[in-house]
């Protein structure tokens, strides 16, 4: 049995045959999927479908592309609205130099938001991060300092030298579809020697959908093809990566239940 750690079950391309995705996830042995939220305006949503499928958990937080459009968002209104039964982490939230829809120094300020919250809840907390590895490390390690948070870097695509400094921290890493693709060298070496007790996968579902499903939304059954192809770089069984992805899932975020 998998867990997809991170999909959008509530964007377009999925909330309009929500029921089929989930049917297509659970038949094929994908037993927990983490719904995850973006902007504010999403929550609700997010919870409802939690609250409604039992298989289905949320998180609550602002992607950082949507920073500017929170300026008020801080640590006191993510806390408020995680404590739901349903809610089992924070974000995404991070850093993102890529595209730059936001803000920088707004970016920072949300990111130590949702760090603060992390901190004072025990919810893990889901980092986005995308060319801006230097100020990523320099906001996670310094805030380290201040006081331990659990977390992951979701859908990783950063380099070997990042992982190992985050690894250093305690974090997680999760692997997405884009480890099946051609050009993703360094991501694959990553994918195969991360500890075996810090590794999760995901689909980051509607996006990313692995080989063989490239060009169509992707949706979180695919997180089998994924894990199949982790397991084939890490030399194991898929059986035997869905047992340790599973059990560090649970781990991690230990509010869900099996």
């Known amino acids: 049995m998998l867990v997809d750690s991170h999909c959008h079950l509530n964007y377009e391309g999925l909330i309009d045959r929500q029921p089929e995705v989930l049917a297509a996830a659970r038949a094929r042995g994908v037993s927990a999927m983490l719904n995850i939220s973006t902007r504010e305006s999403e929550w609700d949503a997010v919870v409802a479908t939690a609250t409604r499928e039992a298989d289905v958990w949320a ?30 982490a924070l974000g995404e939230s991070g850093l993102d130099y890529y595209y730059d829809h936001s803000d920088r120094d707004q970016q920072k300020r949300g990111f130590r938001a949702h760090i603060a919250a992390a901190r004072d809840t025990g919810l893990p907390l889901i980092i986005h991060t995308r060319e801006a590895e230097d100020d990523s490390f320099a906001i996670l390690n310094e805030e380290m300092g201040k006081g331990a948070f659990p977390a992951l870097i979701h859908c990783f695509t950063a380099s070997a030298d990042f992982a190992q400094k985050v690894l250093d921290l305690g974090l997680y890493i999760s692997i997405s579809g884009i480890v099946t693709f051609k050009n993703a060298k360094e991501l694959k070496a990553v994918a195969a020697t991360v500890p075996a007790d810090r590794l999760l996968v995901e689909t980051d579902s509607p996006f990313l959908a692995p080989v063989p499903h490239r060009g169509k939304p992707c949706e979180p059954a695919f997180v089998v093809d994924t894990a199949n192809y982790v397991a084939e ?3 194991v069984s898929l059986e035997s990566l869905a047992e340790t992805t599973s059990d560090n899932f649970y781990r991690l975020f230990n509010k869900a239940q099996r």
């Open 59 to 88: 998180s609550i937080g602002i992607h950082p592309h949507e920073a500017d459009a929170h300026p008020d968002m801080d640590r006191a209104k993510l806390v408020a609205r995680a404590d739901h039964p349903r809610v089992i």
């Open 233 to 235: 770089l890490r030399g």
